[in-house]
RNA sequence: GCGGCGGUGGCGGAAUGGUAGACGCGGAGGCCUCAAAAGCCUCUGUCCGAAAGGGCGUGUGGGUUCGACUCCCACCCGCCGCACCA
């Protein structure tokens, strides 16, 4: 028998050449027409897709378990027969390669594009079957044309707008960004410190769909975290509004409150030092050099220092009061920084006896503190429940006689309802969830399509004038303004309505809309009419299943379900949700820590690819461990690995060399039989284990079938060997496409990408004899062959006879028998 | 503080309430070889024991059960998200 060397570098090239020249991962629009490559028989449609990557310099190992898991799913649901549609594209736009530009001179452009071949030609090594004649990049003009269109749409329906406001600013990018964007007040791509600037800027309004967006998380089988994170990420809270009247002054204000139960407690009231009218109350007062003084300091301190609720509560006085409208009281004003603009109306009731901060605040400043809940009957093992603050549940008191005694959650309810009648206030429902921020003073992104006219105003560029390209500049220096401003000849426009003198938008979009639809280009890619055609979305819409990492948790995922629900409410989609299903890949790292150029850790797919083949490279990020869950690379997991691929490749090359009808060994028939059963177990445990994501299992099974074979090779015959390892080669083509077709046309002359997914045969998971468990007292003290038809009496007579269960049952009594068929017996002894 | 996820050999990890540790790595011994590499074979949770066998063992403490890594309660630790959000 001739052993093969196993040889990645020469096998793995030759099967791209064929998949590529056959165009064999394209698929049609067309249900009726096959595509080159796919199988006939059903007609249904899977949309398989990865998050699109960021092109920049090299792909990384992050990409290569993400594709990997992706194609390993697209493989799978293609030979169950399913149409797969299985793209690629890349999300071309972004700060790194304008700041490369600033650094370096070379144009954006230049870079993407040096990027992106890299790309492209990596995922053609590691064998990714990918239908190429989708691709695109977000910063092609065929491909941003229609993000522009799409914003257009937007603004035309009044979700896209123009707002002066407090916006989040980079110093370091030079730019304002999304709230999304700051973690823990810095940014969150540099990391630098963020400040607050007072700009006009371009908003989406996502904020309408807040309640969308969270109830629609049920209807999708995504990670239970996710959701958690985006349901955070939206914030809602029930309760009321509540208005406060300043007499003095004539002015309703309104807060938010979760706990209108408490509003006889409230004895202050406090707005945050951003308010509008915090200079209005106190202009021309003995006050106003003290709220002045103050408000400009809280608008210098840092996000940090400001948001730490340990800090000491300050806060100065207006000299003004509101009236509390549930019994006329008059409670002093102040402005104080705990007090926040963006959540709520900027503006709070302030109930010391029941709210931590606010009770910090009263004590700081020597204000009432009133009890207006009852801890429940004095359950004071600790005290702790009788002193205040207290956020607990109880009866009411000190409020008002139709509510005191009844507990605060009902109250709740009451004081809700006479507010209302009232016309002081009215149950509302607020959100975390701020408007997406959308402009960037950055140059490489997609221009927004708006002219300012001096008579017209903001006038929108028409549909037909689409795209508005980008210009060429020189200088991508950051200046606070967008570069694009230098660019004099392209800003100075007519204008489209009155074709008087206007000049273009020159800030650009946040990377994030171009990747909040591009799953939708796919579907239509080429459609030079059109950014889709409905039809083609039909085909393919929702994605079954989107696979990328937890990172992109609430940016991504949350801004591409706000563009889907958007544009179905415009009409141009029929579905709400645009990922039915989402799996989220852990990390890998070394030596349990992120790779990181500056670590020196960085472990290079190319380098392991070279040298072990893509096979190779792309089983071992999958055997490592579950997929969802962070992994550690290690060098020996992946000579491991290359190990298993090359007994596979050299026992299948020796058994291929076999005619079938050689002699077999003396015990041919049972190694055959054994063999045969292992075979099945196999089948069956790959197709569950691939439903399930638990990849690592799945190769197990396959590297325990090889261990089979081998075992028994010399025994066994070499039909039923062939038969083993082509099924094996079947089962692993998913993980390991290049080595599998070579070892499946070995064995078979056949295909393997075009044959069904094997299906296990169910006579052969079923056994005759098993080995039985016998147990006393829970305690596994014996096993005996058993039949499977063995009846419970069978089962334990087997038992109670196996000689060191007889040992231990040695004169003492049997209570009670458990018989599980087919696993056990267990005796409960005295 | 609130929410989510997790804690199993020397390591990565397996286990629809039914044999804990599959599979792989690492380690030990052996075969092959002039030698090495590659490959192949055996052993490998821990303690007692020559062995047969037995004790212990899935973060901690309880509970349910004939039987618990798995279910319930309380707690400890770790990771992630949110957080002065009214």
């Not at 900027?346 to 009890?371: K, N, S, T």
């Amino acid at each position: 028998m001739a052993e093969q060397r196993y040889d990645p570098n020469e096998i793995e090239p030759r099967w791209q050449e064929l998949w590529a020249n056959e165009r064999a991962w394209e698929v049609s629009n067309d249900p009726g027409e096959q595509g080159t490559g796919t199988r006939g028989g059903s007609h249904d449609a899977y949309y398989v897709l990865e998050m699109l990557p960021y092109p920049s310099g090299e792909p990384h190992i992050g990409h290569l378990k993400c594709y990997a898991v992706g194609d390993a799913i697209a493989h799978f649901n293609r030979r169950l027969g399913r149409r797969v549609l299985h793209p690629m594209g890349y999300d071309s736009f972004g700060l790194p390669a304008e700041n490369h530009a600033i650094k370096t001179g070379v144009h954006p452009r230049d870079s993407t594009a040096a990027s992106i071949s890299s790309f492209q030609r990596q995922f053609r090594s590691w064998g990714i079957s990918i239908d190429w004649s989708r691709e695109f990049a977000t910063h092609e003009p065929r491909y941003y044309r229609w993000t522009q269109w799409i914003f257009l749409q937007l603004f035309g329906a009044g979700l896209a707008y123009r707002k002066e406001a407090a916006v989040k600013w980079c110093p370091k990018d030079q730019t304002v960004l999304a709230n999304e964007q700051v973690v823990d007040g810095h940014c969150e791509r540099c990391g630098a410190l963020v400040e607050v600037r007072q700009l006009e800027q371009w908003f989406l309004r996502i904020t309408d769909y807040a309640e969308r967006l969270l109830g629609d998380l049920e209807e999708i089988d995504w990670p239970e975290h996710v959701k958690t994170m985006q349901r955070n990420w939206i914030g809602r809270s029930e309760g009321a509004e509540v208005i406060f009247r300043c007499e003095e002054l004539g002015v309703d204000y309104p807060v938010f409150t979760t706990r209108p139960d408490t509003l006889f407690g409230a004895t202050f009231f406090v707005m945050a030092p951003e308010h509008p009218d915090v200079l209005r109350l106190v202009a021309d007062t003995e006050h106003e050099q003290a709220v002045r003084d103050y408000v400009n300091h809280a608008l210098t301190e840092s996000n940090e220092d400001r948001g730490n609720a340990e800090k000491q509560k300050t806060g100065v006085p207006l000299g003004r009061t509101v009236t509390n409208p549930v019994n006329g009281e008059q409670i002093p004003m102040y402005v104080a920084d705990y007090v926040l603009m963006e959540y709520g109306t900027g503006a709070i009731m302030a109930v010391p006896g029941h709210d931590e901060r606010d009770h910090a605040f009263a004590q700081a400043h020597d204000l009432e503190i009133r009890r207006v809940i009852e801890a429940p009957n004095g359950s004071s093992e600790d005290g702790e429940e009788n002193t205040l603050p207290y956020a607990g549940d109880g009866p009411l008191v000190n409020s008002h006689p139709d509510f005191d005694g009844i507990n605060n959650r009902q109250a709740l309810a009451k004081i809700v309802a006479w507010l209302d009648r009232e016309g002081k206030g009215h149950s509302s429902v607020n959100y975390r969830l701020r408007d997406w921020l959308i402009s960037r003073q950055r140059y490489w992104g997609c221009p927004i399509p708006i002219v300012y006219c001096e008579s017209c105003g903001i006038v929108p560029v028409p549909e037909d004038q689409l795209p508005v390209e980008l210009p060429d500049i020189e200088d991508f220096t950051p200046k606070g303004r967008s570069p694009l401003a230098a660019a004099e000849d392209w800003v100075r426009t007519k204008c489209p309505s009155c074709a008087g003198p206007a000049r273009r938008e020159t800030d650009t979009m946040d990377t994030f809309v171009d990747s909040s639809w591009y799953f939708l280009r796919y579907c239509d890619a080429a459609n030079e009419q059109a950014a889709w055609e409905e039809e083609a979305l039909r085909q393919w819409m929702p994605v079954d299943q989107y696979i990328g990492g937890v990172e992109h948790a609430i940016l991504h995922l949350m801004y591409a379900r706000f563009f889907c629900k958007a544009l179905a409410d415009l009409g141009h989609l029929d579905f709400q949700e645009p990922f039915s299903a989402l799996f989220t890949q852990g990390m890998v790292t070394k030596d349990g820590a992120k790779m990181s150029k500056s670590k020196g850790n960085v472990v290079s797919p190319a380098s392991i690819t070279e040298r072990y083949g893509a096979d190779t490279a792309r089983c071992y990020i999958l055997f490592v461990g579950p997929p969802d869950q962070d992994a550690d690379w290690s060098d020996d997991g992946v000579e491991g690995v290359h190990r298993f691929l090359g007994r596979l490749y050299r026992l299948a090359s020796a058994i291929a060399e076999h005619e079938d009808d050689q002699p077999a060994g003396p015990d041919a028939q049972d190694a055959d039989l054994q063999i045969q059963r292992k075979t099945h177990w196999a089948i069956d445990k790959v197709s569950h284990d691939l439903r399930r994501f638990a990849f690592n299992t799945a190769i197990a099974a396959v590297m325990e079938l090889l261990n089979e074979c081998s075992r028994l090779r010399e025994q066994a015959s070499a039909e039923t060997l062939r038969f083993a390892l082509s099924q094996g080669a079947s089962l692993l083509f998913p993980f390991a496409p290049h080595l599998c077709a070579e070892v499946y046309e070995m064995l078979s002359g056949k295909r393997v990408w075009e044959e069904p997914w094997p299906q296990a045969d169910q006579g052969l998971l079923e056994r005759e004899t098993y080995e039985l468990v016998c147990q006393i007292n829970g305690k596994v003290r014996d096993r005996v062959m058993a039949s499977a038809e063995a009846s419970s009496q069978e089962l334990v007579a087997l038992c109670t006879a196996a000689p060191n269960v007889r040992a231990h049952l040695d004169g003492k009594e049997i209570v009670k028998e458990i018989v599980v068929a087919g696993k056990l017996v267990n005796l409960v002894v005295r």
